[in-house]
């Protein structure tokens, strides 16, 4: 009798999983049919970029472009879509016309963009450039240059080293590559795919790294002002001609403001600098209208959520997020129009596969990103509570997992477990349906200076997508090229469908992602 209940009881356990294994193998079924052959991802990221890029944080149009994305999943009929603020003093700021010209010893137009939240210049204005290629010791620069800039246009930095263009500006990751960040056995610092993710506490220290890294020439600025400087003129070394206008990060209201700041192309920063070189004294006209404005309501997240079905599980919540928000000087396709544009699909397809997924799927579309997770810091001493402090709120254990994307728009190749070793096998068995499209590589590695970072440091299991590189970081980031002829449609149909079928399973385990210690 023993014998023919352990029968009894082995089939029923095989049936059981066998039926899982199918219901599994549906689902998959119905979020492919939905993601790669009735995708809209490339409907998106059009929207996101011609039609509603840029997205500067606190602008208007950043606030028209949520009413678009808000409306959007309120049409799929996604259960519950709303906002929340995450900044009373983020000040908008906008372009509404500008020139910049050499008018002596020759005529030249400079290829320029303002930086963000720089002051206008009052009309037309025309004076002699000087070049100072330091100003690390501020001090020094008083000795020299006090009383000798009134009425002078400042050219700020060295200038860039040739480049010959030898070196392909796009790129995928390599089988090598994949296979060293595979191996790795330490989340940091070393990274095969990325830069260095450091061992510093980024949330708790972001104050002080922001300070160290985007506000250090304040002073400066601060400077300039009070001795009549007309404007200012600094470039990044991408080539060819690529302007980078990354921004000044003075948006807060209480921010002193530059003066007229332009991002030039490398090749016209060396010529005025050779130019200047042989005593030709380069004479510049230019003039920007730039309008900046406080509006507190332009400032905000965006939710939505496809609730939860088991009457058990269903206060629980999968998060996935992109960053909104954009530069000024394109239209945000790549950064960061391509992972909201995925995200948002991703939503579109499990609500329209007819899933029920056990647990709440709350998708983030998060502002001030590029102003040191303005919205998403925002969101979590909110929801989960305080940085540096032990305390946390109840909602804190809510949450399963946050998947952020946020570095272009190449193919997922896989995910950076963040040091967090026991969700490894986890993603291998729910990656392994699409072991095809090579998007099941695994790394402990960390990445950083995205918006998943601020989860990581509640130990929320946090993770970012390993994206293969494209010209990101050559072309496209912060640049005046960040344009949707930069977006590739099979990538992003493919990342698009391999994520929903993700953030499905993860809805459907039996007991939230495992957390760090």
Known sequence: MKIVSKIIITAFLCIGFSTRSQTKSQALSKINTEGFQKSQVMRIVSDLSDVYGPRLAGTDQYFTAAEWAKKTMENWGIDKVYYENYCDDCMGWEVKSFNVEMTAPTYMKIQAYPYAWTESSNGVQIGDLIWIESHADLDKVKKQWSGKIQGKTILIGAAPEQNMLFDPLSTRFTKEQIEEAEKSIEPAPKNALSHNAGDMDLIGNLAVIFDSMVRKDDAFFAFLKAEGALSIFGTTPFFPGIIHPSGTYNFRESDAKPIPYFAISPESFGKLKRLIGRGMNPKIKFHLDSELYLRPENNVNIFAEIMGSDPKLKDEVVMIGAHFDSWHPASGATDNGAGSAVMMEVMRIIKASGLKPKRTIRIALWGGEEQAFVGSMAYAEKHFGKV????????????????????????????????????????????????????????????????????????????QIIQDKLNYSTVTHHTNLDALEYVPERDMKINATVIAALVYQIAQEDSRLPRED
């Open 388 to 463: 540096k402090e032990t305390t946390r709120k109840k909602e804190f254990e809510k949450i399963s997992a946050y998947i952020n994307m946020d570095n272009g728009a190449g193919q997922m190749r896989g995910i950076y477990l963040q040091g967090n070793e026991a969700v490894r096998p986890i993603f291998e068995a729910m990656l392994e349906p699409y072991a095809y499209l090579d998007v099941n590589n695994l790394t402990i590695q960390n990445t950083d200076f995205t918006d998943h970072d601020v989860f990581d440091y509640y130990k929320i299991p946090g993770f």
